[in-house]
């Protein structure tokens, strides 16, 4: 029997380590995402994730464009690169990327949130995901605990959500400074402003507002000479007349 063949995402050494993502014919089939190294004894292969057919072609074309975006010019082919049925071979730096989100697909309930889990991916940058890659492939971490279950929860949160948290606030009522919806509870209603007033200069002058100082200078006018200025001139008199008498 002949060997099947195999087709290379992007540029891939075949020599040298490398992913394999393998799809079944048929929507009732499974995809299997697998790690090959090279080694002295021969190329050595570890099962990653395994997904349903009919859940990756939900988010397989967005999946494929999102890859060839992010490829660099030594990844990236002349032709767009494709993923096909049967035996696709990936570089390291794409595989590990597949990883992370395949990881958060086949945990429980992945297949409900794949949209959430799909976005919350693609606004990764790659660096972020081989970081979390190395979190998920570490030792003793598996399907359903650890890092792998750290990663459905934080790409399944869904865009929704983050748009509620980021809702500008409600808008206030002006006068009271409580919003529309809490004045309407609390009844209370915006006081009017009470209008300014007027200039002294254009209001009437009224006897009765008139401070003690306006009222002083109007006094002080009608005041006659005090009594200790007459008594000298009174004394003169009668000492001149006392004098005409004696003479």
Known sequence: MSTPAVHDFGVVDPMGDFYELTCEAGKSGQCLLSEIIQTER????????????????????????ELAEGMGEAERPKKA??????????????????????????????????EAILHGWRELAREERWWLYAKGAAPGQRQGAGWRLALFHALSESPDSRATDTATPEKKSPGNGLPKTQERATGKKAEKKQPLPKPASTMKASPVALTKNQAAPKTAQKKTPAPAEKAPVKKAKKTTRKAAQDS
């Open 42 to 65: 021969g190329p050595r292969r570890t099962e990653l994730a395994v997904i349903p057919v009919a859940l990756w072609d939900v988010v397989s074309d967005r999946v494929v464009r």
């Open 81 to 114: 690169p494709v993923l096909k049925r049967g035996a696709n071979r990936l570089s390291p730096l794409i595989g590990r990327e597949l990883a992370v989100l395949l990881w958060a697909l086949t945990e429980a309930g992945g297949d409900a949130h794949a």
